[in-house]
């Protein structure tokens, strides 16, 4: 492990998965908590919409897939709550209508579209200083958020009917997180990639909701299993000679099956 940490790149994945932890613990708890996992997931995938316009106008494709995915959120929170159309019908709208403009951007871009496969699979060991200063700057905006906001943020979460007869802004705060989770999607693509991403979001969260329901309990306890949990699959994924994002992903996964068999065994027992 030392000769690897010799390396800059190297260097560079571990203090993203750090970051990642934070930016997990928090917006992933309000995702698993808010029953937004699907809608994470069409925002995700209508990400790659604007990876295709990006590629397609020559520029920064992560700042269009940006601007693209809060719109996408936007637009499925305008169309759900107008009742005109389902949520989960807006979503699988949204999500369809993203990846066939990132697929027919990407075919009429002239050439090879690079780093194409790093927002498709992930590489976390592609991340650069620069991304690690964007996910410390979002990862702090989001800290004060909590830090500011946390009573009506969590009781938006768990629910908003209640929290609309105490007069909150649940609108407003149903908007913030939407385009907040947005921004996590796609600061996080390069890490995992749109296949997996929407796991390591929502993963962790899961694994710690087996064994406690209280929000501050699970917000600190998945954000350390998500560093930890990262950490652990880039050292598996450098014996293993794999792609890091997957290893951690299946890492992940394997410890929440674990959990749920340890969890059933307990019950078995005490019966």
């Known amino acids: 492990m030392t000769e690897i940490l010799q390396y800059a790149f190297f260097r560079n994945a571990l203090w993203a998965v750090v970051l990642i932890?934070?930016?997990?613990?928090?917006?992933?708890?309000?995702?698993?908590?808010?029953?937004?996992?699907?809608?994470?997931?069409?925002?995700?995938?209508?990400?790659?919409?604007?990876?295709?316009?990006?590629?397609?106008?020559?520029?920064?494709?992560?700042?269009s897939a940006l601007f693209f995915a809060?719109?996408?959120?936007?637009?499925?929170?305008?169309?759900?709550?107008?009742?005109?159309?389902?949520e989960d019908s807006a979503i699988a709208t949204l999500w369809a209508l993203g990846m066939a403009t990132g697929v027919i951007c990407i075919f009429k871009t002239p050439g090879y579209a690079p780093g194409l496969n790093e927002f498709l699979f992930g590489n976390i060991l592609t991340v650069t200083t620069a991304d690690l200063l964007w996910f410390?700057?979002?990862a702090g905006v989001l800290i004060l958020l909590f830090a500011l906001f946390y009573r009506p943020l969590v009781a938006t979460a768990f629910d908003r009917d209640f929290a609309a007869t105490r007069r909150l802004p649940v609108r407003l705060i149903n908007y913030t997180m939407i385009v907040m989770v947005s921004l996590c999607v796609v600061l996080t693509i390069r890490l995992a990639g749109i296949m997996l991403l929407l796991s390591m979001l929502t993963v962790p969260?899961?694994?710690?909701?087996?064994?406690?329901?209280?929000?501050?309990?699970?917000?600190?306890?998945?954000?350390?299993l998500t560093a930890a949990g990262g950490i652990a699959g880039l050292w598996l994924a450098y014996l293993l000679d794999v792609p890091a994002g997957a290893c951690i992903v299946f890492l992940f996964i394997a410890l929440y099956a674990a959990a749920r068999s340890l969890l059933r065994i307990c019950r078995a027992v005490q019966k």
Not at 70 to 86: E, F, K, P, Q, Y
Not at 206 to 218: G, H, I, N, P, Q
């Open 70 to 86: 809060a719109g996408s959120a936007l637009g499925i929170g305008w169309l759900s709550r107008r009742g005109t159309v389902r």
């Open 205 to 224: 969260q899961m694994t710690v909701e087996l064994f406690t329901r209280r929000y501050r309990t699970m917000l600190w306890a998945s954000g350390v």
């Open 136 to 138: 410390a700057l979002y």
């Open 21 to 63: 932890g934070v930016i997990s613990g928090i917006a992933g708890t309000y995702i698993v908590t808010r029953r937004m996992v699907f809608i994470t997931g069409g925002i995700t995938h209508a990400s790659f919409g604007g990876l295709g316009i990006g590629l397609f106008l020559g520029i920064n494709p992560t700042l």
